[in-house]
C-alpha cells in the first residue's frame, strides 16, 4: 500500500461530523447494505479502479472483496478518515493492491485517461456542485470506462406509524445538509447529473431496503443503526440552528423510533447509477 498527500485547501462540508460513532455507524451501514448495492459490480483482475471519496473505507472493503485482484486508488479529502480507512483495509483486506490518496476530487492529481472504472458512494450529497465533480471525474477516466454512483434519497422514506414528529426529524436533516451545500435528496437526480456532466449510456436501478417485524435483524441493522442513528446524530446542529428544542427533538425522534418497534416497519430506497465516459 503506498500513500500520497495533495492540496486539499478546499472543504467540502459533511454534516454527519467525523466521530467514531460516525465511523461505526458507516461501517454497519456498508455491511447491511452490501449485498443490495454491491450486487453486479464487480472489476476485473488488473482494472485501474479509483474510489472517489472513500471515507472510512466502509465501501472500500466491499469492493475490494468483489475484485481482490484490482488495483484500486482510494481517496478522500479528510485525512483523519484516510487513515481509519486504511486500517480497515489492512484488518479485513491485507495485501490488496491499493494507493491511499489525500485530496480533492475536484482537483484530481492524474493524467487524463488513468482510469478503467471510477466508483462513489454516498459522495455527490454533499457536494455543492455535483456536475463539477462528474466532470472533473470524467477527465480522469479512459474512453469507454465506466463509473458508478450510489447515492440515498431521503424523501423516499416510506414508514409505519407515519406521524409529523418523525417526518420532522427527518426535514431537519434534509435542510442541514441544504445549508452545507449539499442534497440528501438527490437520488432522483442522478441521471441528468450523469447526462449533463457528458457521460452516456447513463442507467439508474432503485434499490430498496425493506425491514419489518419478519426481519429483525434488519430491523436492528438497518432501521435502528444506520437510519435512525443517522437521523439521531444532527441533534446538535438541529438544536443550534433553532429548529428545534431538546425537547422537541427527543420527542419527534421517539416517533421515530416507533418504526422499529414489532408493529412498525420501514422502507428507504437507494439509487445505484452507471455510465460510460463517450
Not at 492529481?109 to 471525474?137: K, T
Amino acid at each position: 500500500m503506498t500513500t500520497e498527500t495533495l492540496n486539499t485547501d478546499t472543504d467540502t462540508a459533511y454534516v454527519h461530523g467525523y466521530s467514531p460513532v460516525e465511523a461505526r455507524r458507516l461501517g454497519d451501514q456498508a455491511d447491511t447494505l452490501a449485498a443490495l448495492l454491491h450486487e453486479g459490480t464487480a472489476y476485473p483482475p488488473g482494472s485501474r479502479v479509483l474510489e472517489a471519496g472513500c471515507g472510512v473505507g466502509a465501501q472500500t472493503v466491499h469492493l475490494l472483496t468483489a475484485g481482490p485482484d484490482m488495483r484500486l486508488t482510494a481517496m478522500d479529502l479528510s485525512a483523519d478518515s484516510l487513515a481509519r480507512a486504511r486500517d480497515r483495509v489492512s484488518a479485513q483486506a491485507p495485501g490488496a493492491d491499493i494507493t491511499w490518496v489525500h485530496g480533492d476530487l475536484h482537483r484530481l492529481p492524474f493524467p487524463e485517461a488513468s482510469f478503467d472504472h471510477v466508483f462513489l458512494c454516498f459522495v455527490l450529497e454533499h457536494l455543492a456542485d455535483p456536475v463539477a465533480a462528474l466532470a472533473a471525474l470524467r477527465r480522469v477516466l479512459r474512453p469507454g470506462g465506466t463509473i458508478t454512483v450510489i447515492e440515498g434519497d431521503h424523501g423516499s422514506a416510506l414508514f409505519h406509524p407515519e406521524g409529523p414528529g418523525a417526518r420532522r426529524t427527518i426535514d431537519h436533516l434534509v435542510r442541514l445538509q441544504a445549508e452545507a451545500g449539499g442534497d440528501a435528496l438527490i437520488g432522483r437526480r442522478l441521471h441528468p447529473l450523469l447526462s449533463e456532466a457528458g457521460f452516456g449510456r447513463v442507467e439508474v436501478r432503485p434499490r430498496t431496503m425493506y425491514a419489518d417485524a419478519a426481519r429483525p435483524a434488519l430491523v436492528e441493522s438497518f432501521t435502528r443503526r444506520t437510519f435512525i442513528a443517522m437521523v439521531e446524530a444532527v441533534r446538535p446542529g438541529a438544536l443550534a440552528a433553532g429548529l428545534a428544542t431538546p425537547e422537541e427533538f427527543e420527542r419527534d425522534l421517539a416517533e421515530l423510533r416507533r418504526t422499529a418497534e414489532p408493529d412498525g416497519t420501514f422502507l428507504y430506497t437507494f439509487f445505484k447509477a452507471t455510465a460510460v465516459n463517450p
